[in-house]
Structures are given as C-alpha cells and as structure tokens.
C-alpha cells in the first residue's frame, strides 16, 4: 500500500436519484438499483484498496449525493477548503464533511467570498506541477477560483465548461503525471482550449471521442500506473498503454444514472507531488476583475437583468456590492459591483459591452488609454470601438466630449488650440500616427437609460406597434412632423423600391411638395422604380392602377433608366420636361437633396447613383446631420446603414412589414428605434393624408 495515496469514500448506503440537477439525473428519478450500485462501489473500493489508504465518511439519509465525495471540498497541504454547492439539495452535505476533516486534524478554510465552490469535481491539480485546473459555469462559480489562487501557492488557470452534460471539470477532463491529460474539447468555450493548449504540450494531450466522453472515460483515477475508469474505448485504451499505464475497468452504470463515475466518488487527501514541487514564488492567475457601477432606470427597463446576463454570456461572474433602488418612477437606481473574467483580455471585451449599456468605471479612474497608429486604414490591437451614444473621454485628468459620435468608429485623440479634442472617426479614415482610444478606461458613455427625457411617443414606448394600433401611430407621428416643419426641423426619409410597388409613391411625393421631407436617402432601385411609375405608369412591370402584369412590362425599368440616361440625369429630365411627376421629380423641383447609393443588383445605374460605396457613406452621413426624425420605408440595407451612422437621440421610426428591421437595429444599439409594422403604401397613404387634413385646418385658421 502506498501512503501518499489517500482518499476519502461514501458508502452508497442512501445513494439514489431524487432530484434532477443534472442532465443525467432526467429520467433516472426512483431508477437506482441500490444493490447494483453497492456491488459496483464495493468493486471500485477494492480496486482502488490495493493501491492507497482509503478512509470512509459516514453516509447521512436523505442526503443521496454524498456518496460523490469528490464535491465535498479541496485538500491541498493539510488544509480543506469545503464546499458551497449550487443546489440546495446538496449543501447540507457540507457540514458532515466539515466535521469529518475537522476530526481528522485538517485545519478548515472556506472561500472569501462564499462563492459558489464543487471542490474536486471543478478543481483538479496537475500531478506533479503547481498548477491547480479550475472548471467553472454550471456550478463553481469564477470568484471561487479567485480565491483559490489567492489561497494557494499554485497557478491557477480557470477553464470554462459549456455543456450542461459536462457539469463538473472532472467530467470531461483528466490531468495525468508527466504532464499528460485526457479532456472532451467540445465541453470547453475557445479560450479554456487555447488554455489548455497553452499548458500541455499537444503530444502530451488526447482528445477523448464522443463515446469516452458519454461514459465517463475522463471521470477516472490514476494510481502507480493503473488507470481506473469506468469505459474506454479501444482508441482510449492503446493511447493510455502506449504512456505505460494498465487500464482497469470498473463499471459504474448505476452512478452515471446521476452523472458521476469513479473520480467523483473519490476525494483525494493529499496531492504530494504539486507539493513538493511548488516553488517559494507564488505563480500567477489569469483571473482579473474590476469594480463597476451603473445608475439609472435600472429596474423598471430591464437594465439590470441586461447587465448580469451580458456578464455571464461573456463567461465572466458578477459580486454585486450595493444595489440602491429608486423608491419612485421618476428616481433612478444605483449598482455597484464587481466584474471578474478569466483574463484580461476577456475582462476588456465585457466592459467594452457593458460601457454600452451604460455602465461606468469606479475607483481609480484613469486617462482613456491611446495607442498611435501604424499604417493608414488600421487601427491598433485592441481599439474601444464606438457607440451611438454621447461619449466622454478622460483625457490629461479632464473629461472632453466625443464629437461626430456614431456607431462602429473608433476614437482619435489630438490637440487644438482651444485644447484637448477627441472624435469619432472609421478605421479606413485613420492616418498613420493618429492616437486612438484603446481599452475601456477613461470612457464614459451616456447611454438611453439614465433619463426618463425624451420619452418617445406612447405608441412608441414599445419596441414593435401591432397593426390595429397604426393608425394612433400615424396620428402622433403626423403631430411631431408637423412640430418639426414648423420648428424648421429636418426630416430625413430613407426609403426602399417597395415604397413604390406599394402604391405608396404619389403618398411620399404629396409629403415632399408639402414641405415634409428635407433628405431622402436610397438606392438606384426607389429612383428607377419612381420613375418608371412616372413615365411607363408601371412599377417592376406592374401596372399600379389596376394591379396587374403589362406584357412587355418586366423591361420597363430599363426603358426608364435609358430614358433618363439619354437626358443626362434626372434634374435634366426634370428641366426637359420628360420626367413631370413623381417622387424624384418633387425632391428636384423642391430643391431636396438625396443620395441613391449603388448595390451590387441595380440596373443602369441613373447617373446619379453613387456606385462609390464609401462615397456613398460619407454623403449619407453629411445628410443625416442634424436630422430630427428619421423615417425609414420599408428597406432593411438602408435603413441598418442609417441606423449605424445617426448618434442617439436622434428619433428613428422604422416602417416595414416585417419587425426584424426594428430589432435589428435596437440590437445595434439603436434603442431609441421604433417600429411600425405594417405595408408601407398604405401607411404613407394615411399619413399624407393626415398631414394635408392638418394643413387644410390650419389654411383654414382652425387650430
Ligand atoms: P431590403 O431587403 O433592404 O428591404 C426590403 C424591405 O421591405 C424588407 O425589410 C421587407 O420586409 C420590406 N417590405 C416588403 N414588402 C413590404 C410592404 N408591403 N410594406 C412594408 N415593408 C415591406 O431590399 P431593398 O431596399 O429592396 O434593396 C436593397 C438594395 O438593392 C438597394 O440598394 C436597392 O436599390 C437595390 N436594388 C433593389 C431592387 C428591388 O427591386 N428591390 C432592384 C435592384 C436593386
């Protein structure tokens, strides 16, 4: 018998499945063959007896997990660190593993932050190397891996498990002496494997198939040479034989009933090889962490549940530290807490969201980072890309406003004479040796949360109108035109073909010539569709009037398009007198600017659409500015592109038969987007008609 090898075992004397908290356990309620799973734990003890001291500890009734002693702690150089579980079923567990560790003279410790910790089952030592494996996601929580590090003079590197199978690191994962390991790649994210890959040479690591992960090949022991496990698979087995080791079979199918195998029901007791190797140095951890707050309408528009959950997407976790909760409507919340990410490069990308949402920085607030540019058109590793929120960076110890602020931008830093300036610029636009913003300290942004002001419309409030309710939102929107044209406001239509086909031309046109619409932002197809309308009374071939096909009528745009070619443009067809009405004909005879940005489909092109994307771009953006209201007529490729280069507070309504548009864009962080959904031709028919009626009330003095 060898010593230094010693465990801890429970008799499955109450062992069975009474609760589901695992994949495993679905199905397997009432289903243990307690006799079979005595058999098996009794084969397992005395395979396991012939190799190393084995001590027992008392199994309690009505605690049917115990059994899995490997969950109940940590022992690392005569210390036991216990276990806080995630169920509430298994954490009475914890007291009676307390006690035993404490009678057998292990001095206790428990985690500084009563993180959510499953001891061995999500914390696994290298054999031989100071390098303790941390598991966490379904159950131990990363804070508990932070402390561990700062317990332990051992390098910590956390890896994150993604399938629900795979619940506990020893699961899928199996560290071996001479720096050998067996794991399952598909549990982990892509990070744990460049960790791992990192670590362990990649001759001295083997991927396990499918059929070794789903019998719990890796949920195995190693012991003087002999490699216990419930299941291998020929592959398994002659890898493992050809790194000298002799593999035993012990089969524990009354056990994977509740998702554990052979590691999970042994605790080690000692781990003499990470000791005597660990050196004076305390080694690093990748795992970092940053105190934040947000304030706010946090509650009552979701802001807070946003946060959390965009922290544990991002595979981080979150210690809330006070959360202060406004006690009216019209009072903001408060949140202060901490995000802890397993490295910083993780930790960076989080706040870069979270930012977005309006978080903040707390303590020790610094400079905005600037990192000079290399080569034009690239930005540095690691840029902070912009928002379309207001931005404030610190910039010398003083907070400037970020101009031309608009989404999917970076940063530049530089001097003027009225001081330190910064602005929004596209990476393609960067010059070698501007400054650009890198990171996320020293940002502030002042996100669509914080204030109740500039509450949208009712109708708007959420996020996609239902169709009975259009006609309110043509009412309240016929009202805010109105304001806008009176207040020499600017609105911008941004509008697909569809509009046309829809019948909704003649609509937008009355829109224009009654001084509605001060851009209009498009593709070639609206202009050639509009024109075709105009000049052949067809749209794609399709008589508007009476709604059918017109033989010949599928060349009909062309004609129009050769037609306005053969004029030289459409302000000289206007002037020729060939093109007399329509939605083009209004914007040139109203003097109202427009761009139709090219595509990749469009026929002709008219010579007046841009086929230079980026010029394209840069026009769109020179139109925008300044806009009040933004509406958007049934195009998704406009509409989004729009979307991206208007700063908030700008209002957009999206009109279009389908929400996606609307979603799309509040996913981009236009949450001030709106959505009618509805077809377009019927809803510029009912809001040119609302705003003549008003117009005639007002020729009319009535008010
Ligand atoms: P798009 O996919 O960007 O937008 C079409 C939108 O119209 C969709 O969101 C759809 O849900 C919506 N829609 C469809 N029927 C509707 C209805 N009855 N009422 C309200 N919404 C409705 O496509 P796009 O704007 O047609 O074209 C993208 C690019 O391709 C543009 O640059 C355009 O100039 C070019 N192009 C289009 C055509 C064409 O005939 N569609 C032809 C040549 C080139």
Redo the contacts with the bound molecule.
């Keep these: 018998m060898k010593s230094e090898n010693a465990f801890l075992m429970c008799e499955p004397q109450f062992y069975g499945v009474e609760y589901v908290i695992n994949p495993w356990m679905k199905g397997n309620v009432g289903c243990v063959d307690r006799s079979v799973a005595m058999q098996q734990w009794k084969h397992l003890h005395a395979t396991l007896s012939s190799l190393g001291e084995i001590k027992l500890v008392q199994p309690i009734y009505g605690l049917p997990d115990m059994v899995f002693s490997a969950n109940g702690g940590l022992t690392y150089e005569g210390v036991f660190i216990s276990s806080y579980y995630r169920y509430p079923q298994r954490r009475p567990e914890t007291q009676y593993f307390t006690s035993w560790f404490r009678e057998q003279r292990f001095r206790i410790a428990e985690l500084r932050s009563g993180a959510t910790f499953e001891g061995e089952g999500d914390a696994l030592f290298q054999p031989g190397r100071p390098l303790l494996w941390g598991g966490y996601g379904p159950r131990t929580s990363l804070a508990a891996h932070r402390d561990l590090a700062q317990m332990f003079e051992v390098e910590l590197v956390p890896l994150r498990l993604i399938d629900e199978r795979f619940y506990h690191l020893d699961t899928c994962f199996c560290p071996l002496p001479e720096d050998r390991l067996l794991y399952y790649p598909q549990a982990f994210d892509h990070e744990s494997l460049d960790a791992i890959h990192s670590h362990i040479p990649a001759g001295n690591r083997f991927e396990v198939s499918d059929a070794d992960a789903l019998n719990f090949a890796c949920n195995a022991m190693d012991l003087d040479g002999r490699f216990i496990t419930n299941f291998a698979t020929e592959a398994l087995r002659q890898k493992l034989e050809s790194w000298d080791f002799e593999v035993t079979a012990c089969p524990l199918s009354e056990f994977i009933r509740a998702g554990g195998s052979v590691k999970c029901l042994v605790l080690r007791l000692s781990h003499p090889l990470v000791a005597a190797a660990a050196t004076a140095a305390r080694p690093a951890t990748s795992i970092c962490e940053r105190e934040v707050m947000a304030e706010g309408h946090l509650l009552d528009r979701g802001v807070a549940s946003q946060i959390l959950d965009c922290v544990k997407e991002a595979g981080c976790d979150f210690e809330i530290h006070s959360l202060n909760v406004g006690q009216r409507h019209d009072q903001p919340s408060a949140m202060r807490f901490s995000v802890v990410a397993p490295g910083p490069q993780r930790l960076d990308t989080v706040l870069e969201r979270l930012l977005r949402i309006g978080v903040r920085l707390t303590e020790g607030e610094s400079d905005a980072r600037v990192t000079r540019v290399q080569s034009d058109g690239v930005a540095p590793w690691g840029f902070y890309g912009t928002t379309i929120y207001p931005t404030d960076l610190r910039v010398k110890g003083e907070w400037v406003r970020v101009s031309d602020q608009r989404m999917d931008g970076v940063i530049v830093v530089g001097d003027s004479p009225d001081g330190v300036i910064a602005h929004c610029v596209l990476i393609r636009n960067l010059k070698k040796g501007d400054e650009v913003v890198c990171g996320v300290e020293g940002i502030r942004i002042h996100s669509h949360h914080e204030t109740r002001e500039h509450e949208p419309f009712g109708f708007m409030t959420s996020p996609v109108s239902s169709e009975r309710r259009v006609e309110a939102a043509v009412e309240d929107l016929a009202w805010e035109m109105l304001r806008i044209r009176e207040q020499k406001g600017r609105i911008v239509i941004v509008a697909?073909?569809?509009v046309i086909?829809?019948g909704g031309g003649a609509h937008l046109a009355r829109l224009i010539r009654t001084g509605y619409v001060h851009t209009l932002l498009?593709?070639?197809?609206?202009a050639?569709?509009d024109i075709e309308n105009a000049l052949l009374g067809t749209s794609?071939g399709i008589d508007l009037k009476r709604g059918s096909a017109i033989h010949g009528g599928h060349q009909h745009h062309l004609r129009a398009i050769n037609i306005i070619r053969a004029c030289g443009g459409i302000a000289e067809a206007v002037q020729q007198g060939v093109l007399r009405h329509g939605v083009m004909y209004e914007c040139i005879v109203n003097h109202i600017p427009f761009c139709?940005?090219?595509?990749i489909?469009?026929?002709g092109p008219l010579p007046e659409t841009q086929m230079n994307l980026i010029t394209a771009q840069e026009e769109y953006a020179q139109l925008i500015k300044g806009a009040n209201l933004i509406l958007m007529?049934?195009?998704?490729?406009?509409?989004i592109g729009v979307g991206n280069m208007t700063p908030a507070g700008v209002r957009l309504i999206a009109?279009?038969?389908?929400p996606?548009?609307g979603l799309k864009l509040a996913d981009r962080g236009s949450a001030e987007c709106s959505s009618i959904v509805?077809?377009?031709?019927l809803?510029l028919r009912l809001l040119a008609d609302r705003l003549e009626a008003e117009n005639r009330s007002s020729a009319a003095g009535v008010k």
Excluded: E, K, Q, W
Aim: proline share 3%.
């Design positions: 697909g073909p569809v086909h829809t498009g593709g070639n197809a609206i050639v569709h794609l139709l940005a090219g595509s489909r469009d026929d007529l049934a195009s998704t490729l406009h509409s009109v279009d038969i389908n996606s548009v509805t077809d377009v031709g809803f």
